[in-house]
């Protein structure tokens, strides 16, 4: 089993920055793709990044492309959301995920495990 924990998570306000981290362990990190999905209160959960193993592969939501970057660091075991010029609209538990995929894809099927979660509020 791989596990993962979220944090960083907390109460920003719009236009402000947060940075949450995915720190995993059980398994070998670098071989699995990282996602990072979020869920809005009363919505299904949803993509926001994804990572392949080594680094040199992102894929993004439209929705935050140019606003959050997703990075990871193998030898720490941690990959990263850095998400700037948040709105309200950006407020949701925030989940990382493991794939064991080398492609990297947004689907949520194609993850195999997933944090608990951490909670971002944007407030206007």
């Known amino acids: 089993q791989l596990q993962l924990v979220e944090s960083g998570g907390g109460l920003v306000q719009a236009g402000g920055s947060l940075r949450l981290s995915c720190t995993a362990s059980g398994r070998t990190f670098s071989n699995y793709a990282m996602g990072w999905f979020r869920q809005a209160p009363g919505k299904e959960r949803e993509f926001v990044a994804a990572?392949?193993?080594?680094?040199?592969?992102?894929y993004y939501a439209d929705s935050v492309k140019g606003r959050f970057t997703i990075s990871r660091d193998n030898a720490k075991n941690t990959v990263y959301l850095q998400m700037n010029s948040l709105n309200p609209e950006d407020t949701a538990a925030y989940y990382c995920?493991?794939?064991?995929?080398?492609?990297?894809?947004?689907?949520?099927?194609?993850?195999?495990?997933w944090g608990q979660g951490t909670q971002v509020t944007v407030s206007s």
């Open positions: 995920a493991a794939s064991r995929n080398l492609v990297v894809v947004p689907s949520q099927e194609a993850y195999d495990y």
């Open positions: 990572i392949n193993w080594s680094g040199r592969v992102t």
